[in-house]
């Protein structure tokens, strides 16, 4: 557990330095995101985003197990 949370206070930490260049991405702004702009509403569901996300932690995951 005590491992767990050092790597996730490492990966804050470097997004944090690293935050600049993250918003250039265009991640939330993909195919598949839904964004609903009305006068008194904005909805937005980043659905390929999220996929997109999960499936670069989840190879980060599995490499670091091997």
């Not at 557990?1 to 996730?8: A, K, P």
């Not at 250039?24 to 702009?37: A, H, K, N, S, Y």
Request: avoid cysteine.
């Amino acid at each position: 557990m005590r491992r767990l949370l050092i790597v996730i206070g490492v990966l804050v930490i470097l997004a944090g330095i690293l935050w600049p260049w993250l918003v250039r991405l265009p991640l939330g702004r993909l195919p598949g995101d839904i964004v609903i702009d009305r006068p008194n509403l904005k909805v937005f569901v980043p659905l390929t985003s999220m996929l997109v996300v999960s499936l670069l932690v989840t190879v980060l995951m599995w490499l670091l197990r091997r």
